[in-house]
């Protein structure tokens, strides 16, 4: 179906709703909108938005429903009450949450007698619309190609599979990689700037760092998954990044910096040496995180 034929409703217009809205706008496609505060929707009218002032309206009139809101348990306040009305309709749930919640809202769902497509945005509000939007998808894949058009107004998408906790699962592992490198970023800058060096002075430095260090992945990836953590050779020893720890945590204290951000990885570090990984690539930290 194009999108000159496919009605869509978007529920939540929050920062990310809203620009969910607009990209389908921009595509032409019949939009209507809801919002618990009605002045979002409203606001959305001027860009040729049907804003409706009930819930129901919004399952009602469109084959699609888009839900993006705060978390899950606004989704189920907001679509649970409403089951008998689902019959037959795509919902794609892009609000973040966990596995569990994924697969309890497909639940109900197909219950419903809906299709249903959770979604992880890896993406900010100002870049939807544009291809750089990365979106995963995973439930039914029916629902994945009925509604293609709309998903790729929003980005690029792509399908994970059947597993409705999928998209979660690795948007939460995605996020994670990024919160660590935010929080190893903040750390460093604090150190740096605490010699007087400027975080702006400092970026150069940190990024060609960061780039230089990524390409260690693929290799570390190898290793995990053949559980051998010498596998080509090691080329980082967690006994010396033991004591590499120790170095930054002594600095930054001498900085009068918290190490709360290190700490933990320190801990992490020696409760594998403690179990015989020294030799090993730092890699093989895994062995410790997977419990
Ligand atoms: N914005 C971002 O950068 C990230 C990018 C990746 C994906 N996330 C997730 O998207 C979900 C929505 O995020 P958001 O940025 O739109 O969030 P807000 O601007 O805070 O809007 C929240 C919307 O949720 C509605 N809402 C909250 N509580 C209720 C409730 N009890 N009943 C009904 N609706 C509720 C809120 O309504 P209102 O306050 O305007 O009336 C907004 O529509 C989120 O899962 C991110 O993790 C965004």
Request: with cysteine; proline share 3%.
């Amino acid at each position: 179906m194009g999108s000159e034929t496919m009605k869509v409703s978007v529920i939540g217009l929050g920062t990310m709703g809203t620009a969910l809205a607009k990209a389908l706008l921009q595509k032409n496609f019949e939009t209507f909108v809801w919002n618990r505060t009605h002045s979002k929707a409203a606001a959305l009218s001027e860009n040729g938005a049907r804003a409706v002032s009930e819930i129901t309206e919004a399952i009602r009139q469109s084959d699609v429903i888009v839900i993006c809101v705060l978390n899950y348990e606004v989704v189920k306040e907001i679509l649970f009450p409403f089951k008998s009305e689902l019959q037959g309709k795509a919902i794609i749930n892009l609000t973040n949450g966990t596995p569990a919640q994924a697969t309890a809202v497909s639940e109900f769902a197909i219950e419903a007698g809906a299709e249903y497509l959770d979604g992880g945005i890896m993406a900010i509000p100002p870049m939807i619309g544009m291809p750089e939007a990365f979106i995963l998808y995973s439930g039914s894949g029916k629902a994945f190609e009925k509604t293609q058009a709309v998903t790729t107004a929003f980005g690029t998408s792509q399908f994970m599979g059947t597993n409705a906790g999928t998209a979660s699962l690795i948007d939460l592992a995605l996020l994670s990689a990024m919160y660590g490198m935010f929080g190893g970023y903040l750390h460093s800058v604090a150190l740096a700037k605490s010699g007087c060096i400027s975080a702006t002075d400092f970026i150069p430095v940190v990024t060609n760092w960061l780039h230089a260090m990524i390409t260690v992945l693929p290799h570390f990836a190898a290793q995990i998954d053949a559980k051998d953590y010498k596998l080509g050779g090691v080329v980082s020893n967690l006994a010396m990044n033991v004591v590499s720890f120790e170095n930054i945590l002594e600095a930054s204290k001498t900085q009068d910096l918290q190490t709360d951000l290190m700490q933990p990885i320190k801990d992490l570090l020696l409760q594998a040496n403690n179990k015989g990984f020294g030799d090993d690539d730092i890699s093989a930290l895994i062995e410790v995180i997977k419990n």
